[in-house]
């Protein structure tokens, strides 16, 4: 498609910042805004992806400024603050939460299980709060966290990762909770199976008849398009899924579940 959605550039703009935003869904998102007229900071760990977005962002006649950098280093958030203190920043997204490492738990490393926490949560927190404290200021702006059905249970080898996407997704309530008095909207966008550069690395199987698999395209259109209807928005049509995974008996959801996944992972 090539019209642009509608976002309102005034409440959201200028600029709009995306973590995560080289390939797949973060592209997507960049691709979007920029033919909505936004200028935009994208941050990613590997810059020939990231140039290469920029460039193709840059085609719609905005600014583009890239941030190779790795948000796990011990520096990330005093290079982000410092590379944006310039700008009115009015939408940040953080498309940054994949899962660096899955094992088995008792058997796996820690350090890697550290290193998907700190992603998911801590760089989440730390960036939500640089961007949101301005917005709250500004009295206008928008944060947008990536969140996963896998955050609705437990599963194997993935024990770390849906623990942090939960985490995800009632830290946005709260957040939400306390921003949109001040007129800053919040929203979890929560994806199922997405057919990302990511996923297609990881070997999933996106040929199992009956499963829904998003485009990180419509993926990001839709998260755009509901910005404003937080604190959670389930894309892709996977809303009944995401109610099913909540209910109970858990014991029976959660060994269903495992039994789908194992056939997603070719396992």
């Given at each position: ?18 973590a995560g ?11 979007e ?10 941050i ?6 990231l140039?290469?977005?920029a460039?193709k962002t840059?085609?719609?006649g ?8 790795d948000?796990l280093a ?17 939408l940040?997204?953080?498309?940054a ?25 801590h760089?989440?927190v ?7 404290a301005?917005m ?5 702006g ?12 437990g599963?194997e ?7 942090s996407?939960?985490?995800?997704r009632v830290?946005?309530?709260s957040?939400w909770?306390?921003?949109e ?6 929203l ?13 690395r ?5 040929d ?6 998003s ?8 998260g755009l398009?509901?910005l ?7 894309a ?7 109610v099913?995974r909540s209910?109970f008996?858990?014991?029976k959801?959660v060994r ?8 997603l992972?070719?396992?």
């Amino acid at each position: 498609m090539n019209d642009s959605i509608r976002i309102d550039r005034d409440r959201y703009g200028p600029w709009a910042v995306i973590a995560g935003g080289s390939e797949g869904v973060g592209a997507a998102f960049a691709d979007e805004l920029g033919r909505a007229g936004f200028d935009l900071v994208l941050i990613a760990r590997k810059p020939g992806p990231l140039e290469e977005t920029a460039a193709k962002t840059r085609a719609h006649g905005v600014e583009v400024r890239t941030l190779a950098l790795d948000l796990l280093a011990d520096n990330a958030v005093d290079a982000i603050r410092e590379a944006t203190a310039d700008l009115e920043v009015g939408l940040f997204i953080f498309n940054a939460g994949a899962n660096s490492y899955g094992h088995e738990f008792v058997t796996g490393d820690l350090t890697g299980f550290r290193g998907v926490i700190d992603l998911n949560v801590h760089r989440q927190v730390e960036l939500s709060q640089l961007f949101g404290a301005r917005m709250k200021e500004a009295g206008r702006g928008g944060i947008m966290l990536l969140g996963s059905l896998a955050g609705y249970m437990g599963a194997e080898h993935q024990s770390i990762y849906a623990a942090s996407k939960a985490f995800s997704r009632v830290f946005a309530e709260s957040l939400w909770l306390e921003l949109e008095p001040h007129g800053v909207h919040v929203l979890e966008l929560i994806l199922g199976v997405t057919r990302t550069p990511a996923m297609e690395r990881a070997g999933l199987n996106f040929d199992i008849p009956g499963m829904l698999v998003s485009e990180p395209e419509d993926v990001a259109r839709e998260g755009l398009e509901h910005l404003a209807d937080g604190p959670v928005w389930v894309a892709g049509g996977n809303h009944d899924a995401a109610v099913k995974r909540s209910g109970f008996p858990r014991a029976k959801i959660v060994r269903g579940a495992a039994q789908a996944m194992r056939a997603l992972m070719n396992r």
